[in-house]
């Protein structure tokens, strides 16, 4: 008869600490890479949020903040110089070092760079804050002065963007065909944090003239895992057309509706493509400031109709408060969007009218006709 054999208890205990930390290996692996639907193992990282964010007035603009562990990006600075007063009270909350490390500028448009200009009354965003890497337009139509000699904002953009590059250590600015081209120390991809990164699109108008600025706008990806983010500026229909036609564009999580929800930009095109979860739109909803009729006012009505095929979720920062056709002040719409996407999936939370989609909000309800894929 064999003899039966004994277990040391220190042994016991060796082996149970060595099966906890397999078990927390493997358990680890599994929580921290999560399947592709279609195959293949996809890792998701922490926290990655996107900031559509109020400007503190009346007018229309982009100013977005994007946060992924401690990289801190800004992509455009509109609507007025005065705007930065709202937005860096706003971005102080996330970005605790003063440091900016990337900037994106779409376009050269007002709307876009004005925050970038600033005034004597408010500090532009170089003044405030380090830019590390500074990734603009290769192109427009703009000059940097005028008949009379005077600066335009365009000047005083390139100015203050020579004063940044001089006066922040290791600054280094791109445009973005240098990075499509990965030329001169540029890159077409940037890992921002673990597992998430920034690609620049290729525009067919980063070397091609066009007579309309907002085609030369900066287009962006943000990727993480099989999560998807597009960002296109002002890009109109013609731009949309080549971006779909020369970038492999994926199905996205995210939209930032093009143009601030211009009927002339979100086309079907691109739509089509792309097939976005969650459409942003950032605009002052409602006013005259580029319209001549109540359904060209931003959103459009047609790009509404258009983005109701794929998604109901849409979402606007600001609403216009308006006498007649003139406007008297402004409120939050849906206030600053913040879309979070981690592990548990991409949600949103708004400022003003959480959980209410754009459809449901009595500014739709009295501005806008439900689309047939709404009712």
């Known amino acids: 008869m064999a003899k039966s054999r004994k277990f040391s208890p220190f042994l016991t205990f060796i082996a149970c600490v060595l099966a906890l930390v397999i078990g927390f290996i493997a358990g680890f692996g599994i929580y921290t890479y999560l399947k592709r639907p279609k195959g293949g193992d996809v890792y998701v990282s922490g ?180 999560k998807h983010f597009l960002f296109t500026g002002d890009l109109e229909k013609e731009g949309e057309e080549h971006l779909v036609e020369y970038n492999d564009l994926p199905e996205v999580d995210l939209f930032k509706a093009g143009h601030h929800g211009s009927g002339t930009s979100s086309t079907s095109a691109l739509l089509e493509k792309i097939k976005p979860d969650i459409v942003c739109v950032c605009c002052c909803a409602g006013t005259y400031e580029y319209a001549d009729s109540k359904e060209n006012t931003f959103p459009y009505q047609a790009m509404i109709d258009r983005v109701a095929e794929y998604t109901e979720q849409v979402y606007v920062t600001t609403a216009g408060i308006l006498e007649g056709e003139s406007t008297v002040g402004y409120e939050p719409l849906h206030g600053n969007i913040v879309v979070t996407s981690n592990r548990d999936g991409v949600a949103v939370k708004c400022s003003a009218n959480d959980g209410v989609l754009l459809k449901d909000t009595d500014w739709f309800k009295e501005n806008r006709t439900m689309p047939s894929f709404w009712e």
């Open 47 to 226: 926290d990655l949020s996107f900031h559509f964010m109020q400007l503190g007035n009346e007018f229309t603009g982009d100013s977005i903040y994007i946060k992924s562990g401690d990289t801190d990006i800004l992509i455009d600075a509109g609507s007025r110089s005065g705007s930065t007063e709202t937005t860096s009270k706003y971005i102080d909350q996330y970005c605790t070092d003063g440091v900016l490390e990337y900037v994106i500028v779409t376009h050269s448009d007002r709307d876009h760079i004005a925050g970038f200009v600033g005034s004597e009354e408010s500090p532009s965003i170089f003044a405030r804050y380090e830019c590390k890497t500074i990734i603009d337009f290769p192109m427009t139509n703009k000059k940097a002065t005028t008949e009379k000699g005077n600066k335009t904002d365009y000047g005083k953009y390139l100015d203050n963007l020579q004063q940044e590059l001089e006066d922040t250590e290791g600054a280094v600015h791109y445009t973005a065909l240098q990075c499509w081209n990965e030329a001169d120390g540029a890159k077409r991809e940037y890992e921002i944090s673990d597992g998430v990164t920034m690609r620049v699109l290729y525009n067919y108008f980063y070397e091609h003239k066009s007579s309309d600025e907002n085609n030369y706008s900066v287009c962006l990806m943000f990727d993480q895992g099989d």
